[in-house]
């Protein structure tokens, strides 16, 4: 399972750096139309979009790679239990605040298709199309700390090793 799931975060966080690509590629077509005296509508929202989706896609891949900033100043003081219960605290929270983000995101896909709400700009994409990137980014970032959380609960040891992965 721990093979599975590290593998599942890498698969994201290699098509959050996909997501990058695709952005950079728009950035040039916008430069070389500009150049060209064309126009290329809509560009600013696809890479809107792809900027959201590689951010959100790499959420967990950053985490299980100990690239997320944390404020380790209580935390870093603490040893033996007391680290662990305080590492479990601050896992808890996290969780439970990505599982919340997760639902409302996912909501918010489903009521933009249900209301077949369009984006503003001249591309007229159906909103949902890329809400999907944050709705998905979020839910296997919620997955992600939740496996941390109980890999430390049944014993696992805090750190971040040298490989990024929680021991």
């Keep these: 399972m721990r093979r599975l799931l590290d593998g599942f975060y890498t698969v994201c966080g290699v098509i959050g750096a996909g997501a990058l690509l695709v952005l950079l590629l728009i950035i040039l077509a916008q430069i070389f139309a500009r150049w060209l005296g064309l126009t290329f509508p809509g ?3 696809y890479a809107g ?11 967990a891949y950053a985490l299980n790679h100990g690239a ?22 601050c896992l808890a929270i996290g969780s439970f605040l990505a599982w919340y ?12 298709y249900l209301i ?4 503003q700009g001249q591309d007229a ?16 970032f919620a997955i992600a700390l939740t496996d941390h959380l109980l890999r430390i609960a049944a014993g696992g040891d805090p750190r971040v090793g040298e490989s990024g992965a929680v021991e």
């Design 68 to 89: 997320h900033i944390r404020v380790s100043l209580v935390l870093g003081r603490l040893r033996g239990r007391a680290r662990r219960l305080g590492e479990l605290w």
């Design 49 to 59: 979009y792809f900027m959201a989706a590689s951010s959100f896609f790499a959420l």
């Design 101 to 112: 983000f997760a639902f409302y995101a996912v909501k918010a896909v489903r009521v933009s």
């Design 125 to 140: 994409t159906p909103i949902w199309i890329p809400q999907l990137s944050m709705a998905i980014g979020t839910i296997v």
């Design 43 to 45: 560009s600013t929202d």
């Design 116 to 119: 077949n709400d369009i984006s």
